[in-house]
């Protein structure tokens, strides 16, 4: 038989008033009461329905996830693997997770989503620049948190070490011997990119070395150009390919095919991250991993410590795998 507040109610003696407020944690009785309340509910172990916990709490238990409408299908395992991140957090603390998409082209269904109280907070799963998603936010009065640093102190942040994991690499690579390398990025309206970009450019610093600006290649990630640009880097003495993400890697390493190019044997190839999208690429693909379940799951930490009053500071996420493989062998 389930349990109600009127039979706890009955069964304790006391008003449902009471047994409410006990629960709540709200209004004004003994902490004996609220003892004896607490103690037996948990002994029955009853939890309270989701309207009755949101009524007594003026929350409605909900968290938004923000998807970019237009992210293409090769963005999915990020996009899936942020996802259970928040999601497996979220039930953490008794919350469940409503996904919307919103982007630059269109903010109409987070609007309506934070207008109509429909959520407690906001995960942004993608930083761009000039974002409509952020500007939104920031006017609002809704706790949020955005994957990927905006560049902006005004925004909090999760991040990966984006920058110095680029970095990494490309000292890894030069130690190889590979000194002339191609890079090819993603949109450049994508903080990430700058962020990627920023630490290639480190790599060859760090080494007493300049990359090839000529040989830099950003906004590809939607490209029909693709081709030309690498058939116009081998030209050039590349000796090394590096994708900013799997998609972008995903796609060279298909073009590189058709044109019968070899990897590693013609030229060698990596990315700047790594899933799913290229684990059953052949050759295995040099990349660097990120774990993305972690970040989806420390925004909604730092989500949940700001809906308790707690100011939150962005976080950067140091740790990342340099996974070298065949195709820089």
């Given amino acids: 038989m389930g349990h109600t507040l009127d039979s706890i109610a009955k069964e304790l003696g006391l008003s449902k008033t009471t047994v409410s407020r006990a629960i709540s944690g709200k209004g004004r009785i003994s902490e004996e009461t609220?003892?004896?309340?607490?103690?037996y509910?948990?002994?029955?172990?009853?939890?309270?329905?989701?309207?009755?916990r949101s009524l007594a709490s003026n929350r409605t238990f909900n968290v938004g996830l923000v998807v970019p409408a237009d992210s293409a299908l090769g963005e999915m395992?990020?996009?899936?693997?942020l996802m259970t991140g928040v999601c497996d957090r979220a039930m953490d603390y008794d919350y469940d997770v409503l996904i919307i998409l919103a982007d630059n082209e269109g903010i109409t269904p987070?609007?309506?989503a934070v207008q109509n109280r429909k959520i407690d907070a906001v995960v942004v799963s993608r930083c761009e620049r000039d974002s409509k998603v952020i500007n939104f936010l920031k006017d609002s009065a809704i706790?949020?948190?955005?994957?990927?640093?905006?560049?902006?102190?005004e925004v909090p942040y999760v991040d990966h070490d984006n920058a110095g994991a680029a970095s990494r690499m490309v000292e890894n690579l030069i130690d190889a011997g590979?000194?002339?390398?191609?890079?090819?990025?993603g949109g450049e309206n994508i903080n990430v990119?700058?962020?990627r970009l920023q630490g290639f450019r480190n790599g060859f610093k760090n080494k007493g070395l300049k990359a090839d600006e000529d040989l830099i290649f950003l906004n590809m990630h939607?490209?029909?150009?693709?081709?030309?640009?690498?058939?116009?880097?081998l030209a050039e003495g590349a000796e090394c390919i590096v994708c900013m993400d799997d998609m972008l890697c995903n796609s060279v390493l298909n073009c590189l095919h058709n044109d019968g190019i070899s990897v590693p044997e013609d030229v060698k190839l990596c990315s700047f991250y790594d899933s799913n999208l290229l684990s059953t690429s052949k050759p295995s693909i040099t990349s660097l991993y990120f774990d993305a379940k972690k970040l989806g799951g420390q925004c909604i930490e730092m989500l949940m410590r700001n809906l308790e009053g707690e100011s939150i500071i962005s976080v950067v996420l140091r740790d990342f795998d340099i996974q070298m493989r065949d195709s820089t062998n």
């Fill in 143 to 153: 706790p949020y948190i955005v994957v990927g640093n905006p560049m902006d102190p």
């Fill in 34 to 39: 609220r003892k004896k309340v607490n103690d």
């Fill in 110 to 112: 987070l609007k309506h």
């Fill in 178 to 185: 590979i000194t002339r390398m191609a890079l090819i990025g």
């Fill in 222 to 233: 939607k490209s029909e150009r693709m081709d030309a640009v690498l058939k116009g880097a």
């Fill in 193 to 195: 990119t700058h962020s």
């Fill in 41 to 52: 509910i948990k002994k029955i172990n009853y939890r309270p329905s989701a309207v009755a």
């Fill in 77 to 81: 395992p990020y996009f899936q693997t």
